[in-house]
C-alpha cells in the first residue's frame, strides 16, 4: 500500500486523449483490506495527476455520468474565460450523461489542481479533485518528485460519508473532516532513503480544513506557492500553512539516517494535533554522503507586473458568519435581517450584499468592473471571526500588504488566507478578458453568500 501511496508523478493519458469521467465508485482510505466508502470520484481518489510541460495545450473531455450537473474548474490556472468551469458564468453545467471538452493552454508553470464547481462543496466533499503539474523548461533537479493532495473526510461509524449541509458548518469554519488523507490514504508510512532530495508538491482539496504542518528535524526549502516560485528559504521551525484551494511546493532532503523515522504533524488546530505522516528511512545505503546546497531559484512565470503607483484601488469587506455581527444584508434586491437570511442559508456577505449560489443561474451584477490592461489593488478585510482563504480566477496577483504594513517581497498567488479580523491588500494588472469568480475558498462559505465575480472588460 505504500507504494502506491508514495508514487511520484507520471504522465497521465487524460491530459490528451480519453478524458476525466466523474462517477460514482468506491474508495479504501485506510488500505485494501478495510471496508470501501462510497465516493464520487474520477476514476480514482484523488483523479489522475495531470502532467504538462509549459505552454504545451490541454484538451480534456469531461464526461458526467453522476446524478447532478458538474463542471470542472482549473484552480489556478489564468486560462481563456470560457474554459474556466464555472456555472452559467463562464458555461452551461455539464448534465448528466453529457461531455464538455476542455481547450487550453497551460502558459504558467507549477502546482495545480482541478475539480467542480457546482455544488462544490457536496462534488469536492464527495471526491471530485485531481492535481495538475505544469514543468518548468528547466526544473529543479531532484530525486524524486512528489504530489500530496491533501483532504480530509467527515465519515461516519460505518464508513459512509456523512451527510453534507446544515447551519453550523455554513456559519462557523465549514465543513471539517474526522479523517485525514494524502492522495486518498490515511496510511502514515512514507518510505524515504537517507540523503535523498525530494521536490513535494501539497495541494489542498478539503472543503475547509487548513493544514499547518510541522515537518520536526526536517527543514524543508519552499520553493514556490500556488504555482509561483518564491525565493528558496528554508522552512525553519515555522508551520507550512497550506489553505484550501493553495498549493505549496517543498524541496525536503531526508537527512536522516537508515532505519531512523520522524514525524510531520499537523498543528493547525492545536487542540486538534496530529500525526499526517511518518517519513520511515530504508535501511539502505544513502542515496549520497554529503548534504546538498540550497536549491535554484525557478524561473518566474510570465507575468505583467502590477504599476502599484498609478492603480486604481478598492476595498472589499467579508462578514457575517457565527459570531460576526451582521445584523442585515441586501439578497436579491432586498435588505433582509440575519434571521431571514439564515433562514435561507445565506450567512455571509461581501460589502453587505449576500450574493446567491450561481448554481441558480442568475449570476446578478459583477462585484467589480476592470479596465483591461489597467493595475488594481484590492484590499480584502476579514471581519469574521473565521478564516477565510480568498481565491481570484483567472488571474495572479501579488500579495503587497498584510494588515495595512507593506511587505518587503510580495508574493505572487491565486488563493490568500485572511485570518479573523485581519486584511491584505493585493495587487494585479486585469489582463484577462471575462467574467472572474471571487471567492472565498472554505466551500461552505462560498455556498452561504460569500461568492461574487469580477468583470475584465
Known amino acids: ?119 462544490s462543496a457536496e462534488q469536492v466533499g464527495r471526491g471530485l479533485s485531481g492535481a ?75 472543503n475547509a480544513r487548513i493544514f499547518g504542518l510541522a515537518f520536526g528535524n526536517l ?12 525565493v528558496p528559504t528554508p522552512v525553519g521551525p515555522d508551520l507550512v500553512v497550506v489553505p484550501p484551494g493553495g498549493r505549496t511546493d517543498l524541496i525536503v532532503d531526508m537527512t536522516g539516517k537508515p532505519g531512523e523515522k520522524t514525524e510531520i504533524r499537523d498543528l493547525y488546530y492545536q487542540r486538534f494535533a496530529y500525526t499526517l505522516a511518518i517519513p520511515s528511512y530504508a535501511d539502505e545505503t544513502p542515496v549520497r554522503k554529503d548534504r546538498l546546497g540550497p536549491p535554484r531559484p525557478l524561473a518566474a512565470n510570465p507575468h505583467h507586473q502590477p504599476d502599484i503607483a498609478n492603480a486604481e484601488r478598492h476595498e472589499m469587506v467579508f462578514e457575517g458568519g457565527a459570531m460576526g455581527g451582521l445584523r442585515e444584508a441586501k439578497y436579491k434586491g432586498q435588505t433582509l435581517g440575519l434571521r431571514e437570511l439564515a433562514g435561507m442559508g445565506m450567512v455571509w456577505a461581501v460589502n453587505g450584499r449576500v450574493i446567491p449560489p450561481m448554481e441558480e443561474g442568475n449570476v446578478g451584477d459583477p462585484m467589480l ?14 471581519e469574521s471571526a473565521f478564516d477565510h482563504p480568498i481565491h481570484l480566477h483567472g488571474h495572479s496577483f501579488s500579495v503587497i500588504a498584510r494588515n495595512s504594513k507593506a511587505l518587503e517581497t510580495p508574493m ?46
Open 1 to 119: 500500500m505504500a507504494a502506491t501511496l508514495w508514487s511520484g508523478i507520471t504522465p497521465a493519458s487524460s491530459a490528451r486523449g480519453p478524458g476525466l469521467v466523474a462517477q460514482r465508485q468506491s474508495a479504501s482510505f485506510f488500505g485494501s483490506d478495510e471496508a470501501a466508502t462510497d465516493v464520487w470520484a474520477y476514476g480514482s481518489v484523488p483523479g489522475p495527476v495531470l502532467k504538462v510541460k509549459q505552454g504545451e495545450r490541454l484538451r480534456i473531455p469531461v464526461t458526467n455520468n453522476l446524478p447532478q450537473p458538474t463542471t470542472v474548474h482549473w484552480h489556478g490556472l489564468r486560462i481563456r474565460n470560457a474554459m474556466d468551469g464555472v456555472p452559467f458564468l463562464t458555461q452551461a453545467p455539464i448534465g448528466p450523461g453529457e461531455t464538455y471538452t476542455y481547450d487550453f493552454h497551460a502558459r504558467d508553470a507549477g502546482t495545480f489542481w482541478y475539480h467542480p464547481h457546482v455544488n
Open 219 to 230: 527543514n524543508p526549502w519552499r520553493v514556490a506557492v500556488d504555482g509561483h516560485p518564491v
Open 132 to 206: 495538475l503539474v505544469v514543468e518548468e523548461a528547466e526544473p529543479i533537479p531532484v530525486d524524486r518528485d512528489l504530489v500530496w493532495l491533501l483532504d480530509d473526510w467527515r465519515l461516519r461509524k460505518d464508513g459512509s460519508i456523512a451527510p453534507f449541509g446544515g447551519m453550523h458548518d455554513a456559519a462557523h469554519a465549514g465543513r471539517l473532516g474526522n479523517v485525514a488523507t494524502i492522495n486518498g490514504l490515511a496510511d502514515e508510512t512514507f518510505p524515504v532513503r537517507s540523503g535523498e532530495r525530494i521536490r513535494l508538491r501539497l495541494v489542498n482539496a478539503a
Open 369 to 382: 468592473t476592470m479596465k483591461q490592461g489597467r493595475t488594481y489593488v484590492l484590499t480584502w478585510r476579514n
Open 412 to 457: 505572487v498567488m491565486d488563493t490568500v488566507l485572511i485570518r479573523p479580523k485581519q486584511s491584505v491588500a493585493v495587487a494585479f494588472v486585469a489582463d484577462n478578458v471575462g467574467d472572474w469568480a471571487l471567492h472565498c475558498h472554505v466551500l461552505e462559505h462560498a455556498a452561504a453568500g460569500m461568492m461574487g465575480y469580477v468583470r475584465v472588460e
